[in-house]
């Protein structure tokens, strides 16, 4: 990362959902972007890795299998490591993600929707 | 972190300036908040950890020995380890870090405004 990045900016040039964008690294952790609509992923974790969600813009349901959690814009929440969840957003929700490298964004479980680390391009 | 926190809410409440306070943590990394006022810090930098600034609400300009990056609402910069900075903001500017556990706040150098890691307490 060699110079400032602004999120809004960032966020509204992506066009696709689901598809993670690396925009910074902070020691071993990446900062992503990504555009979150419907529901589309399955259910999955993240064996190794907490998983933090940041709401940049709209509203985000966070299912886990004993809960949901509401996210509106500015709230935070850290998925921790090794628990179920499943992202829902009936609009689209804009989402700063920050998680170690090496996280799969489906974790292990691969599907149509996977996007590998190698193709989520820094921008 | 057991619960979601609203990043705005949880800067409105802090009261002191340059006084990080921890939010969550994403595996090694912790995710602080702090406001900062005037340029009340020394020139310092962080051996072994990359340091991400994120621009909530207000401006901020990080000096850098050889360049000013100046950084508005929504901008997000890294300070790359090793790098002498220096946090200026003339009016009040809300920020959230991104550091790794163990990072201290004003580097090596001890001052007294400088918050020891078991100070910035839990919030």
């Given at each position: 990362m060699k110079s400032k990045i602004n999120i809004q900016v960032a966020l509204n040039n992506i066009s696709n959902h689901f598809s993670p964008q690396i925009i910074g690294e902070v020691n071993d952790v990446?900062?992503?972007?990504?555009?979150?609509?419907?529901?589309?992923?399955?259910?999955?974790?993240?064996?190794?890795?907490?998983?933090?969600?940041?709401?940049?813009?709209?509203?985000?349901?966070?299912?886990?299998?004993?809960?949901?959690?509401?996210l509106k814009e500015g709230d935070l929440y850290v998925v921790p490591k090794g628990e179920d969840h499943l992202p829902i957003a009936p609009k689209?929700?804009?989402?700063?993600?920050?998680?170690?490298?090496?996280?799969?964004?489906?974790?292990e479980i691969e599907f149509e929707r996977t996007v590998a680390e190698d193709e989520q391009h820094w921008i």
């Open positions: 990446y900062i992503k972007i990504v555009k979150i609509l419907g529901e589309k992923v399955p259910w999955h974790n993240h064996k190794g890795e907490d998983e933090l969600f940041y709401i940049v813009k709209g509203e985000l349901t966070l299912k886990f299998r004993d809960r949901e959690v509401h689209e929700c804009w989402v700063l993600l920050i998680e170690p490298k090496g996280t799969k964004h489906t974790g």
